[in-house]
């Protein structure tokens, strides 16, 4: 199994852009799909971006299509969100999940993973 391991994060203005990291320390995400999830204070846990790992398809949450660049790094194992253009509304903990034998699609439908990493904080200052 892997263990999701995030990276990036922290403070930025907004319309400034962030990278968050995923790693699957030292193991791989093949027949995985691996997603990002956000949650801010006081709401509930929202699905972000997927990415299905073996084939590279990608599904994007409507608030953040455009915005956002979910990719992988296969020699790193790593799967990697881009976020440009940020606003101060995407500012939340962002947290990294495996599924195995997912989709992108089917993790973003299901907001549903089988490994969670401990969460990176994003914020975004107007």
């Known amino acids: 199994q892997v263990q999701p391991v995030e990276s990036g994060g922290g403070l930025v203005q907004a319309g400034g852009s962030l990278r968050l990291s995923c790693s699957a320390s030292g193991r791989t995400f093949s027949n995985y799909a691996v997603g990002w999830f956000r949650q801010a204070p006081g709401k509930e846990r929202d699905f972000v971006a997927a990415?299905?790992?073996?084939?590279?398809?990608?599904y994007y949450a409507a608030s953040v299509k455009g915005r956002f660049t979910i990719s992988r790094d296969s020699a790193k194992n790593t799967v990697v969100l881009q976020m440009n253009s940020l606003k101060p509304e995407d500012t939340a903990a962002y947290y990294c999940?495996?599924?195995?034998?997912?989709?992108?699609?089917?993790?973003?439908?299901?907001?549903?993973?089988?490994?969670w990493g401990q969460g990176t904080q994003v914020t975004v200052s107007s």
């Open positions: 999940a495996a599924r195995k034998y997912s989709t992108a699609h089917s993790m973003g439908v299901s907001e549903a993973g089988d490994y």
């Open positions: 990415m299905t790992w073996n084939s590279g398809h990608t």
